[in-house]
């Protein structure tokens, strides 16, 4: 149901072009390389392409359904779905357990496990693979649109699951797949995590989750040990706690979100406090697979901005270790000769406003050569007149070369995109600021597999 | 793997939602885990005896399935000398609710730790650790994980304690008994996983580390409304 070549979008309208599974079959039909068939029990034609009544009526295989019809005729449509022998379905309908009708919600879900028939929802957005199909009711003009990549983000909340796609694409982070489960019903957060981990073109899983079922928590930890892919997870519904708390001490300091927490931490899973955490952990993760010890060499153009670097790493738990004289005295030999003078090469290394690329390439390899060093912060200011446009993919080649990640800090502005663009097509990430640069690197210190 | 009379402990102790502190002993000792020399009795003339066959000074308490916070209503006196005060503190626990008895107990002291379990929703059953003693919820100073723990998982919660650096002794104090400690809360997770299904949360608050040993001090077993 992941990769369908032919999908039915159950539940357009033959009158209304805004009701949402009139959008979801545009988008298919006019945007992405699948066979799209609607589906109404009226029949009949839409912008000249035949309606069909039912799901059975559909002249080929359908390897996925997308369900936005009124609830009550739900049921009835999975049965169809079931008998045709169709892949899976988006359920994308409302009007179950959150409007209070759990009976109708699990009539869905006794009839999917009898016939092990997978679904996604309801009351969801469902699935948004980049370049091949999406079931999201949103107008694509309206979406903002993440390039292909390797991070998979599986959601509970819709609009959470969008938001992060504007996110993601602000900061060039690439999307493998997008999910909103909704209403969990039959498909949770596990079976999806089982299928990513065996999905070839996902390197990092992403969760946006508001709460586990009675040990469910548990079974995701035990999986999530299993899996070799970073696993991040942000949390919603922190304030939350146990209602017998005064009793007893222990549940009164382990209250719900402290156990959620602590929990994962002990389990390697990467736990983001805010989106913008989100975000810098599935960038850099998405682009380095090997844990750091922590230690940090940081490279400026300015030096306020190297203090600001060492700062926040000491803040992450990171740290920044002084260079020894033989060090010092390699990398100093290595700049230009206009800038041995004036460079300050204690870490961070301060190579001010008059440096040049080769200086940057020159310090980055030589401070990657350092074995006391594990990862290097770059912190680029562009409106330095040395700094070209080039140096990103020079850049990346010395992580190529050393094996050491690279994590670049450069404002984001338009001015500067074709820099950006230098590292990021070459699998450096770039920070939009000096502590989103510092929480990349922190993914990588606290990541179990990366 | 529970045993028979671990059962009978948490069906009697069904009744007030929670097992009292006598019971809640034994339980652990059955389990492994240090307990002071106690004994509970329920005539003035049997604490006499009693606190002669452990040894003066003792600690009573007082034993009651209604009361729960024992130091609350004076139900706890430390330090008794001799027959006379015991007499006169029996007396007094005598006329508490629900009075069950006095637990007459040996003197132990230490470093308070609190080591606690809480059978989590999502979880299952999650062990905690940290700074004990009756200011426990005023610092915070604790690590959680998940149970079953092993040695690596309790000696790095250890550590992980703002407080880490007293266990070692500092600035002249005692150090405590790392190997000890940990081995208490290795039998406790173990014991906590037998009864996930029959509890809510426990307290062993304060345990009292020394040197050579660690010993519970107070325990408390609350179990899940039925």
């Known amino acids: 149901m992941f990769h369908p070549e032919t999908i039915a979008v159950v539940g357009v309208s033959l009158t209304n072009d805004r009701h949402p599974a009139n959008v979801i079959y545009n988008k298919i039909h006019l ?38 019809a009124r609830a009550e005729f739900v049921e009835e449509i999975l049965k169809a779905c079931i008998e045709k022998g169709v892949g899976g379905a988006v359920i994308v309908s409302g009007g179950f357990a959150e409007s209070n009708r759990t009976d109708l919600q699990k009539n869905l879900v006794c009839l999917a496990r009898e016939a092990d028939f997978p679904f996604i929802g309801p009351n969801c957005l469902g699935i948004y693979a980049p370049n091949r199909f999406d079931t ?40 493998s797949l997008a999910v909103s489960i909704g209403n969990k019903a039959l498909i949770r957060e596990l079976d999806l995590i089982h299928h990513l981990d065996q999905d070839p073109d996902t390197r990092v899983i992403a969760l946006y989750i508001e709460g586990f079922e009675k040990n469910e928590g548990r079974l995701f930890v035990e ?16 304030t939350a706690e146990g209602s017998r708390a005064a009793t007893s001490h222990t549940a009164s300091l382990a209250g719900d979100y402290r156990v959620f927490s602590e929990v994962l931490a002990q389990q390697g899973i990467l736990e983001a406090r805010n989106e913008f955490e989100m975000v810098s952990f599935c960038e850099s993760l998405s682009c380095y697979h090997r844990p750091i010890s922590g230690n940090i060499g940081i490279i400026t153009a300015s030096g306020g901005h190297g203090v600001l670097a060492s700062d926040a790493c000491t803040t992450h738990g990171l740290s920044v270790p002084q260079l020894g004289d033989a060090d010092r005295a390699g990398i100093r030999e290595s700049l230009s000769e206009r800038l041995r003078a004036i460079a300050s090469l204690q870490n961070p290394i301060d190579l001010t406003g008059s440096a040049e690329d080769d200086d940057f390439v020159a310090a980055a390899t030589g401070l990657s050569q350092v074995p006391g060093i594990d990862c290097v912060i770059l912190l680029l200011l562009p409106y330095s007149p040395g700094i070209s446009s080039d140096l990103g993919a020079r850049m990346s080649y010395i992580f190529r070369g050393q094996n050491k990640p690279l994590i670049a800090y450069v404002p984001h502005h338009e001015k500067y995109r074709m820099l950006i663009e230098g590292f990021e097509l070459n699998n450096v990430p770039v920070a939009s600021s000096i502590d989103g640069a510092v929480l990349m690197a922190e993914a990588l210190r606290r990541c179990r597999p990366c | 793997m529970l045993n028979l009379k671990i059962e009978e402990i948490l069906i009697q102790a069904q009744k007030s939602g929670w097992v009292m502190e006598p019971e809640a002993k034994r339980l652990l000792s059955m389990a492994g885990i240090p307990v002071p020399a106690l004994k509970w009795i329920k005539t003035e003339s049997g604490a006499l005896q009693a606190a002669r066959s452990i040894g003066y000074p003792v600690v009573a308490k007082v034993v009651s399935p209604e009361i729960l916070h024992k130091s609350d209503i004076g139900g706890v006196v430390v330090g008794i000398d001799d027959d006379a005060r015991l007499s006169e503190v029996y007396r007094r626990f005598s006329a508490m609710k629900g009075f069950a008895g006095i637990l007459v107990e040996e003197i132990v002291t230490g470093m308070e730790m609190i080591v606690g379990a809480k059978i989590d929703y999502q979880f299952g059953p999650v062990v905690l650790v940290g700074i004990g003693g009756t200011g426990v919820e005023v610092y915070g100073d604790t690590a959680l994980r998940m149970a079953p723990l092993n040695e690596n998982d309790v000696s790095s919660m250890l550590s ?47 345990v009292k580390c020394t040197r050579d040993k660690c010993v519970v001090a107070d325990a408390r077993i609350l179990l899940p409304k039925p």
């Open chain 1, 31 to 68: 945007r992405y390389p699948v066979k799209v068939y609607p589906v109404n029990p009226r029949g009949g034609f839409l912008q000249s392409n035949r309606v069909y009544p039912s799901i059975g009526d559909i002249p080929s295989a359908v390897d996925l359904a997308v369900i936005a």
């Open chain 1, 136 to 175: 999201f009711f949103l107008p694509g003009e309206r979406i903002i649109r993440p390039n292909p990549g390797s991070v998979a983000i599986i959601s509970q909340s819709g609009g959470v699951l969008v938001d992060q796609m504007v996110k993601f694409s602000e900061q060039g982070v690439g999307l």
């Open chain 1, 223 to 238: 999986t999530v040990r299993g899996i070799q892919k970073p696993v991040i997870v942000l949390k919603a519904g922190k």
């Open chain 2, 160 to 206: 992980s304690l703002k407080g880490a650096a007293l266990l070692k002794g500092h600035r002249g104090s005692q150090p405590v008994s790392i190997s000890a400690l940990i081995r208490l809360v290795m039998d406790f997770s173990a014991l906590v996983m037998d009864l996930s299904d029959h509890i809510e949360s426990i307290d062993l608050n304060p």
